[in-house]
């Protein structure tokens, strides 16, 4: 439980208690947080894929995986960018603001699964419309959170913009790839919807 109670100050943006500043124990909140994440988009894609029980199943571990992959992809193109920008803050700090946003996002997606599985079960229309809205909802969290978060633990007087370059690389990357992965793993929902068929559908 503390360490969950750690993993929401450090979406939030607080500061991380002294027991928990090491490297050894920041590099395992990020895991902590990540195995978190894969867990609530399991949970939501549970609920997303409620009218039937292969969609279900198999939502349980396409939708973690789509998580899974593109902060896979994203981090070393963040880290890249952070090195070369030379950023005022720590590499683990930034590993940190990331992974605060996905579990940011992801746990929106897990308090509202009960609402989509709700109304998926008993609406045509707002089923796939809550559907939709917890996504777009839960990427606006999660990157206030990642840039909060990275922002807040840059030292006193340190210049910001310098800071916002890798943040601005990683979700780059993170969405770019996450619109790829999830027509990929199409389908998700019960019904087709504008991202199922990736850039290609989009660009047309």
Known sequence: ??????????????????????????????VFALLASLAFAG??????????AGLAIANLYKVPMVILLSCVFAA??????WRLSGAPIRGTDLALGFTGGVFGGTLVLA???????LYYQ??????PLLGIGSVVLALVVGTVMFVRGTIRRLPPGAPKLAALLPVAVTLGMQLLTLLQL?????????????FSGGIDHLAR
């Open 1 to 30: 439980m503390t360490t969950f109670v750690t993993l929401l100050d450090i979406a939030c943006g607080r500061p991380i208690p002294a027991e928990d500043s090491g490297r050894a124990r920041r590099l395992q909140l990020v």
């Open 182 to 194: 999830a027509a990929i793993a199409a389908p998700i929902f019960p019904e087709r919807t504008p």
């Open 76 to 81: 070393p193109a963040g880290l890249l960018a």
């Open 111 to 117: 308090v509202l699964a009960p609402l989509v599985a």
């Open 122 to 127: 008993s609406s045509a229309w707002a089923g």
């Open 43 to 52: 949970a939501w894609g549970l609920a997303a894929g409620s009218q039937g």
